[in-house]
C-alpha cells in the first residue's frame, strides 16, 4: 500500500492520528526535508527506510515505489496533500501500474494560519468565500486562463495566496488591478512557516505588502491571506446568525421576546434534514 499523507502544516503535533499510524508502521518513507520539519519524523517506524524527496525528480520517487512493491510505503506530503501536493501523477501511476494506494488528509497551512492570526477567514456581510490560488511564475504554462490572482482580487473574498512569497511586487499589482475589489488599505496577513517553531505572523495591508513580504526575507512556506474579513475593526452587526437567538435552525428555535436563549426542539437529534416538516418556527 503505498499511503500519500499530509503532514500538516509543520508542527510534529499537527498530523492526524491515521497519519501518524501509517508513519508508525511504514516500511518505506519518502518525505520533503525543504517542506516538512524533521520532527514529524518522529511519528515513523524507527527501522523505516527513509527518502528525502527534496532533490528527486517524480521519475525518482516512483523508482523508489517500483523498488518495493509489498512494502507499506508512505509518501509524506507537506500540508494537505490534494493542494498543491503533486500527487495526480503519482495516483495516475498507481492505477496504471494496479498498486494499492490512500490518501489520508492533513492539516493545511490555511487553517494553520487562520489559527496563529487569530482570526476567521468567513466573516458574515464582509466574505463567505476562500479563494486558494497562486501566481503564476515559473509555472505560468499550468495556470488556467481566468483564474489569476487578478480575477479572483475582483471578487472580494479572503484570498489565500500560496507559493508566490518570490514575487512580493507582482503579487501586490495583481490585487491592485483595474477591476479588483482590494484597495492599499484592504488588509492582509503574511504567514512564515505556519506552526513551525520560528513561525513569523505580520499583519500589513496591501499598500504594504510588497515591501512587508520582501522585509521577511522568506521565499518559501509563506502564506499570503487578503481580505475585508481579516480587519480587526468590524461592527457588532456583523455578527452571524449561527448562535444569534433571534434565528432558528433544525436543531433551535427562535427565541421570544425577553428571552435570553432558545429552547431545544423536542427530538431534534433524532431528525434529519429533509425527512419531513420543521417543526413551527423554525426555517431551514
Do not use: K
Not at 528527486?56 to 490534494?82: C, F, K, N, W
Not at 495583481?174 to 499583519?203: C, E, K, M, N, Y
Amino acid at each position: 500500500m503505498i499511503s500519500f499523507v499530509g503532514a500538516g502544516p509543520g508542527a510534529p503535533d499537527l498530523i492526524t492520528l491515521r497519519g501518524a499510524a501509517r508513519l508508525a508502521a511504514a516500511d518505506v518513507v519518502v518525505w520533503a526535508s525543504s517542506l516538512v520539519p524533521r520532527a514529524v519524523l518522529d511519528h515513523a517506524n524507527p527501522s523505516a527506510v527513509v527518502h528525502d524527496s527534496a532533490g528527486m525528480t517524480l521519475e525518482d520517487v516512483l523508482g523508489v515505489y517500483e523498488q518495493h512493491p509489498g512494502a507499506a510505503i508512505v509518501r509524506l506530503h507537506s500540508g494537505d496533500p490534494s493542494v498543491y501536493g503533486a500527487i495526480q501523477e503519482q495516483i495516475d501511476w498507481c492505477v496504471a501500474e494496479e498498486r494499492d494506494f490512500e490518501i489520508v488528509p492533513g492539516v493545511s497551512s490555511l487553517g494553520a494560519a487562520a489559527a496563529a492570526a487569530g482570526c476567521e477567514l468567513t466573516v458574515p456581510g464582509l466574505a463567505q468565500s476562500v479563494v486558494i490560488t497562486r501566481l503564476a511564475g515559473r509555472t505560468a504554462s499550468s495556470m488556467p486562463e481566468r483564474q489569476s490572482v487578478a480575477s479572483f482580487a475582483a471578487h472580494g473574498a479572503t484570498l489565500a495566496v500560496f507559493l508566490s512569497a518570490a514575487q512580493p511586487r507582482e503579487l501586490q499589482q495583481s490585487l491592485l488591478g483595474p477591476d479588483s475589489a482590494f484597495d492599499g488599505a484592504t488588509p492582509a496577513l503574511i504567514v512564515v512557516r505556519a506552526s513551525w517553531p520560528d513561525q513569523r505572523v505580520v499583519w500589513t495591508t496591501v499598500g504594504r505588502l510588497a515591501a512587508d513580504l520582501a522585509a521577511t526575507g522568506a521565499r518559501t512556506t509563506v502564506l499570503v491571506l487578503v481580505g475585508p474579513a481579516l480587519g480587526r475593526d468590524r461592527p457588532d452587526s456583523l455578527r452571524s446568525h449561527l448562535y444569534d437567538p433571534g434565528w432558528a435552525h433544525l436543531f433551535r428555535r427562535r427565541s421570544r421576546p425577553g428571552s435570553t436563549e432558545g429552547r431545544p426542539i423536542p427530538g431534534a437529534a433524532e431528525r434529519r434534514v429533509g425527512s419531513g416538516p420543521f417543526p413551527p418556527g423554525v426555517s431551514r
